[in-house]
């Protein structure tokens, strides 16, 4: 139980974050956002690098530059530049903060279950836990710039979809060898409480596994929105790269959301 448990809880945001050989995509049930090209976020810039590494980039001010040439635009497009960037500047880091978030909601769960069954030994768990969350920060933030594109969740990928749960699975196993005393005497205690009649020690059991779940589901539950709220701001910055790039030409190839079909 405490695998299904935490597992559910560190991958409810999968649906909505996915990468495959050529593409990254966000999708929900009201969008579907396909994100093409890199960037590289600071306080005082925003640079987009393309597959043959042409670099585009804006200023603070809305300056904008490709491959260091810079490119003249009118006031009102260097306005609508300068609310682009700011924009990515803001929204992009919620990709990572939900990657964080999730690794906060297993230790949720994590947490209701020791205290369900009384457990010790589960520090090793959540000093994993925490771990994970550094490696996701590490991901994402690379000298001092926010960084997303094909690298960095490809770095994504290796060290948190594809190892998360075998760690997860060995620390669990792990946790519950180094518990199973406490362990043993909270079930002998709940037998007890059921005066020996295993029927109701499985529903004692059943009822404590439903409160967990139930607390767990409701911020799973909220997490969930959030994704929906970001591939819908993702969506909407896709709209602000199509207008740059009708009044701009230059830039089109420098888009880094795609609205696709559904």
């Not at 050529?22 to 994100?35: K, M, P, T």
């Not at 009384?118 to 959540?126: F, M, P, R, T, Y």
């Not at 969350?133 to 990928?157: C, K, P």
């Amino acid at each position: 139980m405490k695998q299904a448990l935490l597992l559910t809880a560190i991958l409810s945001s999968a649906p909505v974050l996915a990468h495959n050989d050529n593409h990254i995509s966000f999708s929900s049930d009201n969008c579907q956002i396909e994100f093409q090209n890199n960037v590289a976020i600071t306080p005082t810039e925003v640079a987009i690098t393309t597959a043959n590494s042409q670099r585009l980039t804006i200023d603070a001010d809305g300056q904008t530059f490709i491959n260091g040439q810079q490119v003249d635009v009118s006031e009102q497009q260097q306005r609508a530049l300068t609310h682009y960037a700011d924009t990515l500047r803001v929204e992009l880091p919620k990709v990572a903060e939900m990657a964080t978030d999730a690794v906060d909601l297993a230790e949720v769960a994590l947490n209701e279950v020791a205290i369900a069954f009384d457990l010790n030994g589960l520090e090793k768990l959540s000093s994993m836990l925490e771990e994970i969350n550094q490696e996701v920060h590490a991901t994402f933030y690379q000298q001092g710039s926010f960084v997303m594109g094909e690298q960095a969740f490809n770095d994504f990928s290796e060290n948190f979809e594809n190892q998360f749960e075998e760690r997860i699975e060995k620390a669990v196993k792990s946790a519950m060898f180094e518990s199973i005393g406490s362990l043993l005497v909270t079930i002998g205690s709940e037998m007890n409480n059921s005066n020996g009649n295993m029927q109701a020690f499985e529903q004692r059991m059943e009822n404590m596994g439903k409160q967990i779940e139930e607390k767990v589901s409701a911020q799973a539950e909220h997490l969930e929105q959030q994704a929906e709220s970001m591939c819908d701001n993702f969506a909407h910055i896709a709209e602000q790269e199509t207008a740059l790039s009708h009044a701009i030409p230059a830039l089109s190839s420098y888009s880094l959301m795609r609205v696709t079909a559904q």
